[in-house]
Structures are given as C-alpha cells and as structure tokens.
C-alpha cells in the first residue's frame, strides 16, 4: 500500500530568517513550500492548495489577516494560522470574523508549540475533507451511504477506545481506563490530572466513543491556547456588533459541542471571571453568546484537564471551588511516564508504527539496545517526549533499524546517568531480551532500595503482588536482602 502523501502546509512571511526557522521546524513531518508575500502565497495556491496555511500578520502592502481572508473565499477548507508578534485584542477577534482563523500563535514561537499547532490544523483539514465529502453524499439519501456513516462511527470508536490506549499487561493504566470506562457510561463530568504529555487527551477520546454520547461531536479546547480576552467568544461566540471587529455571527465550541464531548485542556489557566461563565453554563445547561439577549440551551459533556494542582489553587483563591466541584464529578490521576516504565517498550511500539507511516517509512523495527535506551530515560516530557525521540530517530535512520545511537544525546547520556555509581552498567552485548533483564534488575533493585526492601511497598509501587515481586526476584537472584547496620533484615 503507497505511503499517505504528507499533508501540505504554506509558509507566508517576509522576514527570511523566520521563514527558514518555520520551515524547520515544520519540513520533518509536512510537505512545506514557503512564499514571502501575499502574492507569491497566492500564485502557490492557484497551482497547489494547501492543507494548511501560516502567514505573519505584518507584512508590506498587506496583513496576514487580509490575505487569509482571501485564502478563506477561494479555498473554504484550507485551515488558516496567524503568527504576530502583537496581541492586540481588535486584530485577533477580526482575524477569526473575517478571515476564521482556526488559531493564533504569538511571538517568540517554540518549535514544539508550533509544530503541535500545525498537527492539530492538519487533523482539522483532513476532518473537513472527510466531513465535506460524507455530508455530500448524505444529502443524495443513498442508505448505502448512510451504512457507511455508521461503519465509520464504529471504526472510530475502535480507533479510539481504551483498548487502543497503549499499554503493558498490569499497567497502572488498567484500573484508570477500567474505572474511566465505566464512568463513561454515565453523563458525569471527568477532570483528567497529571502532568503535560501523560495522554490525557487520548483518555478523553476514548471517554466520549464509550458513551451514549459517541454519534456526536468530540471537541477540544486548549484554555491555555488562546488570550483570556478571546476565550469566551470562542466557547460561547457572539453576535455580529457585540464588539468592534464582529463583523458576523460566530457560533461557539460549546454549541457545535451540543449533543457530544467538550474537551477543555488546561482549564487551571483559565481567569476567575471566565470562570464564573463557564459555570453559570454548567449549572443553567444555556450560553449566552457575547452580545446576545437570548440564552442558548446546549447539551454537553464536558471533560476537563489540568497539569496544576487545582485543589491547591481553590485553597489558594485562584480557581473557584464551585466550579471545581462542577468539573471533578470524577477525578482521574494519569501516572507520569517514568512511573510506568514497564508502558514505555509498547508505547514505543505503536509509536513507531505511527510516525513511521506519518513520514512515509513504514515498517521500521527497533534493534537491540534501542528499547532499553528507551527504558533507561527519565522522561520528563513523558509520551510527548518519547514520540519526539522516535520522530528524530524515523527521520536519521537510513534502514529499517532503530538503534539507539540515532536517540538525542540527552536520551543516551540520561539513561547512563540512572545507572547508580559502583553498579554495574548495562550490558553492551547481548539478545534484547538479556538487555531487558538487566533494565528490570535494575529497576527491582531500584525500587527496594527507596522502599528499604520492604516488599509490600515495591510491589505496590510496581503493581506487582508480592508472589510475583518475590518471583522476579528469585529469577534475577535477588531474594536476599541486605542486613541493615544492626544486623536486622528488613521487613
């Protein structure tokens, strides 16, 4: 089967040095061409339209706003992002009126931010494509069409669903997607908490396609994306002349939500006035849309998530208990990485299979050493971190090996630095599975320690029962602990 054609993306931007530093950044995952004016972006367009497309706001003879605004008229379904070094309130809400910008992204850029906004523009084509030609041939009312609406629904929920959440057998993953699933069968809304890059979004998904509400729409909101200033007008919208620029009706997410999932990221970055709006919405079940005198009634499920200590924050006054107890109907707390090392080698797993078909190169394999490099790693980023790495190294590898030699060096000098003084190293030879063993040796011996070989603790913390800790530890010879300095064994 011929690798899927990387989605198109159009740089616009007068300034070389930026263009070459978006292009960058963005070249590895996407088919990238770059104009330096308005007019050169245009006479692109008319050869090839583009998925996506990213335009410097200021620019001589004219705005990104006006040139995504024509961008917009000629080609509806090409996603459209600003990038400005200014975040005057008037120009951001008159670029989404006029030109419906789908996002802002502010100066001084960082490369990840960037990149994930433009996956996430790329996704929103594609489901634009998709959407445009199902909705298409619904209207000619062929029921073979709509049969296929329903398989794609499945296909969707199967895609989506927690048995798609990777994972190893006895992951501390399995109680939360167990207890996640049966959540999801009533309406109540669910705060996702753990820190940045745990998957919470991927939690969130498979939450709504476990629900009554799966034929609906899943929608998602990153609180932290956007200005405060702009927030309630993209959840509740507003009313052409509610505000200078409002040039047209703007429908809000919450509305377009009506009937699925809303998924509101970061939402302890939100200010204490907006919400106060998102919680009259919750307890009312209507919005008021900016300028409206009418309310709106919707019917949404909302799923929340924060990396922050939210009861820490309502303690503090900057998060508002009623609202928080509004959101946390159930709390779910997502493990970080490197508290499930044992998740690392499938996530890795899937992981490759995905960036590997995403850039064209499917069927890499890891080779000896890769996965206990992997294992080796901290991984603060946790899986936002681990598909980064696999990226980098999808992109150096000249064959269909993975080795570990083509991670960052701070992946390989990490996973040397874990390794305890006085200890010995991991082996430099070896089958993967003699390399395994040696990382899981460690990690027992790791965890006994901090736990002063109280087993019952390290079984716990490793979701092991004490016969299958003891187990392991007869396998690596490791049954025996250490006497303390009165000669006592631990308990």
Not at 228 to 236: G, K, N, R, V
């Amino acid at each position: 089967m011929p690798a899927l054609p990387l989605p198109r993306v159009l740089l616009v931007d007068d300034e070389p040095r930026s263009l070459e530093a978006m292009r960058r950044t963005l070249e590895e995952e996407f088919d990238v061409r770059c104009a330096g004016n308005a007019d050169e972006a245009l006479r692109l367009l008319d050869l090839l339209p583009a998925d996506v497309v990213l335009s410097d706001q200021r620019m001589p003879g004219t705005t990104g706003v006006a040139l995504l605004q024509r961008v917009r008229e000629q080609w509806p379904e090409t996603v459209r992002i600003v990038v400005s070094g200014y975040s005057d309130s008037a120009d951001l809400v008159r670029g989404i009126n006029e030109a419906g910008i789908h996002q802002y992204v502010l100066k001084p850029w960082m490369p990840e931010h960037l990149l994930q906004v433009v996956r996430d523009a790329a996704d929103a084509a594609r489901q634009r494509h998709g959407i445009a030609r199902l909705d298409t041939e619904l209207r000619q009312g062929a029921p073979a069409l709509r049969t296929r609406r329903a398989a794609l629904q499945a296909q969707a929920a199967a895609a989506f669903g927690f048995e798609r959440i990777a994972r190893a057998p006895g992951s501390p993953l399995d109680a939360l997607c167990a207890t996640a699933e049966r959540v999801a069968r009533v309406d109540l809304s669910v705060l996702l908490t753990g820190e940045s890059g745990t998957g919470k979004e991927l939690v969130a998904r498979a939450i709504h396609y476990a629900s009554p509400r799966a034929e609906g729409p899943f929608v998602v909101e990153n609180c932290a994306a956007i200005p405060d200033t702009l927030l309630e007008s993209e959840l509740f919208g507003h009313k052409r002349g509610a505000f200078t620029g409002a040039v047209d009706d703007h429908v809000g997410l919450i509305a377009r939500a009506h009937g699925g999932t809303l998924f509101l990221d970061e939402i302890g970055e939100t200010s204490p006035a907006f919400q106060v709006k998102l919680l009259r919405v919750l307890q009312e079940g209507e919005l008021r849309p900016v300028g409206s005198v009418r309310a709106v009634p919707v019917d949404v499920r909302i799923v929340a998530a924060t990396h922050r200590d939210l009861e820490a924050d309502v303690r503090a006054g900057r998060f508002r208990e009623d609202l928080y107890y509004r959101l946390a109907g159930m709390t779910l707390q997502l493990p970080p990485l490197r508290e499930r090392a044992g998740d690392i080698a499938p996530i890795a797993e899937r992981l490759l299979a995905l960036v590997g078909a995403e850039l064209g190169r499917p069927g890499l394999r890891f080779a000896d050493g890769a996965l206990a490099a992997l294992l080796g790693h901290a991984w603060p980023g946790n899986i936002r971190e681990l598909r980064n790495e696999i990226a980098r190294a999808v992109a150096l590898a000249d064959d269909e090996l993975i080795d570990a030699g083509l991670f960052s060096p701070r992946v390989r000098l990490g996973a040397a630095a874990r390794v305890p003084q006085g200890r010995a190293t991991l082996p430099a030879t070896g089958t993967l599975a003699e390399r395994l063993d040696a990382v899981e040796a460690g990690i027992l011996r790791d965890t006994l320690e901090r736990h002063r070989w109280n087993k019952t603790r390290a079984a716990q913390e490793l979701a092991l029962s004490r016969v299958g800790l003891r187990a392991k530890l007869a396998r690596h010879g490791m049954g025996e602990p250490p006497m303390d300095r009165t000669g006592q064994e631990p308990h």
